[in-house]
């Protein structure tokens, strides 16, 4: 619970409550494009309409499972759950090697690391992408847990249990190795969201199996996450000293730094001011990729910190710049430049690898999220005015 009394995430059968009728049918149709881009093995692809993507990555399928349970859609999250586990089951031998050869204190070939990624039918996919990742396996932690929630479960399910425990071991194991950011890049520093990402794995972790040892490592984490603010915000990684947007996630859903840190709040405001591209969020100032657009994810994540702290209005801003970037086809892509972006750089990417994803799955996830959110904030807001009103009126 925040200290404002409002925690967006973790209220049972909110979902439920929800007055859909009072929304724009976007909210329908990203529940849909989720549903549609969730294969029948239960993976979620990244993105339909994008060659790059076709794969379903833990990071993206877990934030989609996350909004898929706040929509109320608990059996398609756990269809994503039991092949996330049945996916770590297929690459078992493969974590525990390179777990005990972190722990015999052996050099490790990032090539060789857990993916990040994984074919729709779970099996790894070997090839060059930058694979070693860890924060996607703290996002599903979370995730699971969050579903488990949501869902009125108390237990991890028994058959999942060797996934959970392996996950979390790995993560304890690498928690503050350098590896790939969110974005997949920058792979000999240690990134402060990837920190955040794994802080969460771990708490989750560590209540699910109600294994101790598991919040013992989650505090390094923490104390390591402190050690990252630099002239005043947290800084992207260890050898960047800017901000990041993927950042925001420290608190919300994280809860790796409290509400009222003021490097933090410092970290936000300056990601609204440096990363605000026409009233969205790119990633970070130096980024190239696809000329650098505003994000719905990072526009999303942004309203949803908001309600966190209670300023509904620019979450509500935040859900209006998402609402307006779905396309005719109710489709929401992944960024959005306008003139505003880097044309240099998006020809390039565009001559690379096509234009950018039109159907991006945890765009639809993550303004699912926002959504709810803002639903949630703003019916608790007007039961507390009328229970203001009637204890006002008997005074
Ligand atoms: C992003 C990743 C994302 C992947 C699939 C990449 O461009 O940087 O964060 O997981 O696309 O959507």
Same mark, same amino acid.
């Given at each position: 619970?925040?200290?404002?009394?409002?925690?967006?995430?973790?209220?049972?059968?909110?979902?439920? +409550?929800?007055? &859909?009728?009072?929304?724009?049918?976007?909210?329908?149709?990203?529940? $849909?494009?989720?549903?549609? /881009?969730? #294969? %029948?093995?239960?993976?979620?692809?990244?993105?339909?309409?994008?060659?790059?993507?076709?794969?379903?990555?833990?990071?993206?399928?877990?934030?989609?499972?996350?909004?898929?349970?706040?929509?109320?859609?608990?059996?398609?999250?756990?269809?994503?759950?039991?092949?996330?586990?049945?996916?770590?089951?297929?690459?078992?031998?493969?974590?525990?090697?390179?777990?005990?050869?972190?722990?015999?204190?052996?050099?490790?070939?990032?090539?060789?690391?857990?993916?990040?990624?994984?074919?729709?039918?779970?099996?790894?996919?070997?090839?060059?992408?930058?694979?070693?990742?860890?924060?996607?396996?703290?996002?599903?932690?979370?995730?699971?847990?969050?579903?488990?929630?949501?869902?009125?479960?108390?237990?991890?399910?028994?058959?999942?249990?060797?996934?959970?425990? +392996?996950?979390? &071991?790995?993560?304890?194991?690498?928690?503050?190795?350098?590896?790939? $950011?969110?974005?997949?890049? /920058?792979? #000999? %520093?240690?990134?402060?969201?990837?920190?955040?990402?794994?802080?969460?794995?771990?708490?989750?972790?560590?209540?699910?199996?109600?294994?101790?040892?598991?919040?013992?490592?989650?505090?390094?984490?923490?104390?390591?996450?402190h050690q990252a603010v630099m002239n005043g915000v947290y800084a992207k990684s260890s050898e960047n000293s800017d901000v990041d947007a993927s950042e925001l996630w420290l608190f919300t859903p994280f809860h790796a730094v409290d509400i009222g840190d003021r490097a933090f709040s410092e970290t936000v405001a300056t990601i609204e001011d440096r990363l605000n591209l026409y009233g969205g969020i790119r990633r970070y100032a130096t980024d190239v990729y696809f000329g650098s657009g505003a994000w719905p994810v990072l526009t999303a994540s942004l309203g949803w910190h908001a309600v966190a702290t209670g300023d509904i209005e620019k979450a509500k801003r935040c859900l209006a710049w998402v609402a307006a970037h779905f396309d005719h086809d109710g489709l929401l892509g992944e960024q959005y430049g306008g003139e505003g972006r880097d044309a240099l750089h998006y020809d390039e990417w565009v001559q690379r690898w096509g234009n950018p994803a039109k159907d991006l799955t945890w765009s639809y996830a993550m303004y699912v999220v926002l959504l709810i959110a803002v639903d949630e904030a703003e019916n608790r807001d007007s039961s507390i005015a009328t229970a203001s009103d009637v204890s006002g009126g008997k005074r």
């Open positions: 619970m925040s200290s404002q009394g409002i925690d967006p995430i973790t209220s049972v059968g909110a979902a439920k +409550r929800l007055d &859909r009728a009072r929304f724009d049918s976007s909210l329908q149709e990203s529940i $849909d494009a989720i549903l549609r /881009n969730q #294969s %029948a093995s239960g993976a979620i692809v990244a993105s339909p309409d994008f060659a790059q993507y076709h794969f379903c990555w833990l990071r993206d399928g877990s934030f989609s499972a996350f909004a898929l349970d706040r929509a109320g859609e608990h059996e398609a999250s756990a269809r994503y759950h039991a092949w996330v586990n049945d996916a770590i089951g297929g690459i078992s031998g493969i974590i525990d090697d390179v777990i005990e050869k972190m722990l015999r204190g052996e050099v490790l070939d990032p090539t060789i690391m857990p993916p990040a990624r994984f074919a729709l039918d779970g099996t790894s996919v070997i090839d060059d992408w930058p694979n070693f990742q860890i924060d996607g396996y703290g996002t599903w932690l979370w995730s699971l847990g969050q579903h488990l929630t949501e869902s009125n479960q108390a237990n991890v399910p028994r058959e999942w249990l060797s996934s959970v425990a +392996r996950a979390a &071991r790995y993560l304890a194991t690498f928690a503050t190795t350098p590896c790939f $950011d969110v974005w997949e890049e /920058n792979g #000999s %520093a240690v990134h402060t969201s990837t920190l955040a990402c794994v802080f969460g794995g771990l708490t989750t972790a560590a209540r699910l199996l109600d294994d101790p040892d598991l919040l013992e490592s989650a505090k390094i984490v923490k104390t390591r996450l």
